[in-house]
């Protein structure tokens, strides 16, 4: 059997990595930093233009990026782009304002319209203008995909291309010491949950589980650290690096029924997407369990729980690890405070079995296992 695995993205990683970003802005060119207001007035952009006045470059912040992006936000990203003529765009941020940069830097040179790309399936035919990805939060791995997800339609419709991976990524805890617990909390959970759907999906192989593996390792270690501790540099570099290797494994591997299940809830009740993956993950483990207990049990060890028994009981012990760990973060273990109405369930669990995303699972993902999982976290039965 023939695997692959492509990264031309180049990365950076450790504490002060933004300072690399300087060998490869020049002062000819003109930088738009797609970011959110929170990391304007935090001050973190400002540690970009500290960056970015050393190279002689202009630059402008576009910081209107809202959680779950739209795609009239991407049109008015674009709009200041071109306005400014950019030539080159940084992303600044969580998996928000990443996938929008993403967006922007190809549209920037293909030209036409997103729905174009997102819903036609154009191809972008040419790459689009050096994209530069700094995350501010460690959990999405947006920085190594060749993914963008954008809401549109009421949909979260990925868009899927080679062209979408960054030039290079700047991986550095410094900017994420100021991140509160919650969030650190549900972004690295979204990491894990990347990192445990990549292993056990179908398009795995093993470079993929190599880069999985590391990061589950990672996260066992220091997750609790960088959310009780959030200024411990060293706990925040091995969360920053478990995110980027859970993204680079996930984009190549696939995801699966947990991401599928969180597409709708986020798309329609505005969950954030890591807190969807947090509560949900158990459950899908729980149900791919007999599917891939090999897997799981390889999780539970990784996750510093004793090996004893047969596959089976190890790989349950993996389920186990992930609730004390939700426990720990301080996290709910359900769902319920979202439910609008008990009428959207089974829509979500139709929409969840019908997501790409749900391909990738070790299991088939039918609409029945979907409602019976959002019945747990919903109902709390
Ligand atoms: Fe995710």
């Not at 492509?6 to 490869?24: C, D, E, M, V």
């Not at 994420?176 to 949950?193: E, H, K, Q, S």
């Not at 292993?199 to 880069?211: E, F, I, K, M």
């Not at 993996?318 to 973060?329: H, M, P, T």
């Amino acid at each position: 059997m023939v695997h692959s695995f492509y990264l031309p993205t180049r990365l950076y990683f450790g504490t002060g990595a933004r300072q690399k970003l300087a060998g490869f802005v020049g002062a000819q060119d003109r930088v738009i930093v797609i970011t959110d207001e929170g990391l304007v007035k935090s001050g973190t952009a400002g540690k970009i233009e500290e960056v970015l006045a050393g190279t002689g470059a202009r630059w402008e912040i576009f910081s209107e990026i809202q959680p779950n992006p739209r795609a009239a936000t991407v049109e008015n990203a674009l709009e200041a782009a071109r306005r400014f003529e950019a030539t080159a765009v940084i992303a600044l941020g969580g998996g928000s304002p990443m996938d929008v940069a993403k967006v922007v830097s190809v549209l920037l040179t293909n030209g036409g319209r997103l729905e174009e790309y997102q819903w036609e399936g154009k191809p972008f035919a040419v790459p689009g203008v050096p994209l530069y990805a700094v995350p501010t939060t460690a959990g999405t791995g947006s920085e190594v995909t060749q993914v963008a997800v954008i809401i549109d339609r009421n949909t979260k419709k990925g868009i899927n291309s080679e062209r979408l991976l960054p030039t290079a990524a700047f991986i550095d805890p410094e900017l994420m010491i100021t991140l509160p617990p919650f969030v650190t909390a549900i972004t690295g959970m979204d990491a894990l949950t990347h990192a445990v759907e990549a292993l056990a999906a179908r398009g795995s192989n093993p470079v993929t589980d190599a880069w999985a593996v590391e990061a589950i390792r990672l996260l066992g270690q220091s997750l609790r650290r960088a959310f009780a501790v959030g200024d411990d540099l060293k706990a925040r570099e091995s969360v920053a690096l478990a995110s980027t290797l859970a993204g680079a494994a996930m984009d190549q591997a696939g995801l699966g029924i947990v991401h599928a299940l969180a597409g709708p809830l986020c798309s329609y009740y505005d969950i954030p997407h890591g807190l969807a993956n947090a509560v949900l993950l158990p459950w899908g483990m729980e149900y791919n369990l007999v599917a891939v207990p090999e897997k799981y049990a390889c999780v539970a060890s990784l996750l510093g729980r004793k090996a004893g028994g047969d596959v089976r009981t190890e790989a349950k012990e993996a389920v186990g690890a992930v609730r004390q760990l939700l426990q720990d973060l301080e996290l709910p273990g359900d769902l319920a405070a979202y439910l609008q109405q008990e009428e959207d369930i089974p829509r979500f669990a139709r929409e969840a079995a019908a997501m790409f995303i749900a391909r990738a699972n070790p299991r088939p993902v039918t609409p029945a296992a979907c409602e019976a999982i959002l019945r747990k976290v919903f109902l709390k039965g």
